[in-house]
């Protein structure tokens, strides 16, 4: 039987699931956002769209986007994770050597956080995860100019980088082998807040649904900030 915590994760899962946004797309803009989905949205952006879309509108560059294609499931949630993490290595490599003087960004949501972090980090290792799996190389995750977080299963708290109220380990924290790089740390936005259950081990699910709510516009101007407008 599935655990308390884990039934109220496919509960928040399925509320996320409602209003994805899809992201357009277009090659060797000045500036590529990547946009991981969270857990049983549909395929696209998921969510996590609305601050695609806002750094669209507000940057006075372009800007292209894609999603990253993986299942997206709760029930193999270590698959699904892994899946994703590999999938996102491979968009993110191939961009970065096929737009060589392009910025680009990385955005997640929930589960999309969990795997935009392994990408850059490394994968899979703690209770429930699997095998450790390596980062993508250093020379592809520094080209990434930012990374934004929303609800990461992963955060571990009282780091440089990240951004509200939690104080607890996530479901799955991120293990000492795992942490990003100190190139990479000043890149980052991880939004965790007290009492969500996944990525504060707490109790209240509406915290979880409910990042953008609070920290969209915040979020956004990171981005901008980071490619320079």
């Known amino acids: 039987m599935f655990s308390k915590a884990f039934r109220t994760f496919i509960l928040a899962a399925l509320v996320l ?9 277009s090659p060797c803009a000045d500036v590529h956002i990547i946009a991981a989905r969270a857990s049983t949205e549909l395929p696209g952006a998921g969510i996590i769209g609305a601050l695609v879309n806002q750094v669209q509108l507000q940057s006075r560059q ?39 003087n392009q910025k680009i960004v990385l955005v997640g949501y929930s589960q999309g956080a969990h795997i935009i972090g392994d990408t850059v980090a ?30 990461d299963p992963r955060h571990v708290p009282l780091q440089s980088f990240d951004r509200g109220t939690s104080i607890r380990n996530g479901l799955f924290p991120r293990l000492p082998s795992q942490r990003y790089s100190s190139t990479l740390q000043g890149r980052i936005q991880s939004y965790c807040d007290f009492n969500d259950p996944f990525c504060d081990s707490g109790l209240d699910t509406i915290v979880h649904l409910t990042y953008l709510d609070r920290y969209q516009n915040q979020a956004a101007q990171f981005i901008l900030q980071q490619i320079g407008g």
């Not at 699931?17 to 797309?25: G, M, N, Q, Y």
């Not at 290792?125 to 450790?132: D, E, R, T």
């Open 17 to 25: 699931s409602v209003s994805a946004i899809p992201a357009p797309t």
């Open 122 to 151: 490394g994968g899979g290792g703690g209770i429930g995860l699997g095998a450790q799996t390596p980062p993508v190389s250093a020379n592809i995750a520094n080209r990434v100019n930012a990374i934004v977080q929303m609800g």
């Open 62 to 100: 372009t800007v292209s986007t894609n999603s990253v294609n993986y299942p997206a499931t709760l029930t193999n949630y270590a698959s699904s994770s892994a899946q994703g993490t590999a999938a996102t290595k491979a968009l993110l490599t191939n961009q970065a050597n096929a737009c060589p």
